[in-house]
């Protein structure tokens, strides 16, 4: 079984910063790809960016070149650097894990609200 816990969001102005932390507790590998989503009212959950065991990652477009998704495997955490938030931004950021193979499994954070305005 698989918990994660994220931390860091808040409110930020336009064009701010905010770093986002998922720490990931039971048991976790490499072989597990982990990835922020985020929710914003009246919308469906989306991704946001994901990271695989040996570091490839993978943006929305329309944070492409703001977000920076880094992963820590021997720690155990996963982080979302967000630069030039923008207003759009503003949303509940989940935590992802999900393994593939004969059974995917997938687990979920509680999420952490992030809403940008001046």
């Known amino acids: 079984q698989v918990q994660l816990v994220e931390s860091g969001g808040g409110l930020v102005q336009p064009g701010g910063s905010l770093t986002l932390t998922c720490k990931a507790s039971?048991?976790?590998?490499?072989?597990?790809?982990l990835g922020w989503y985020r929710q914003a009212p009246g919308k469906q959950r989306e991704l946001v960016a994901t990271v695989n065991g040996v570091g490839d990652t993978d943006y929305a477009g329309s944070v492409k070149g703001r977000f920076t998704i880094a992963r820590d495997n021997a720690k155990k955490l996963v982080s979302l650097q967000m630069d030039n938030l923008k207003s759009e931004d503003t949303a509940v950021y989940y935590c992802?894990?999900?393994?593939?193979?004969?059974?995917?499994?997938?687990?979920w954070g509680q999420g952490t609200q992030v809403t940008v305005s001046s």
């Open positions: 992802n894990a999900v393994i593939a193979g004969i059974v995917t499994n997938e687990f």
């Open positions: 039971g048991t976790i590998t490499r072989a597990y790809r």
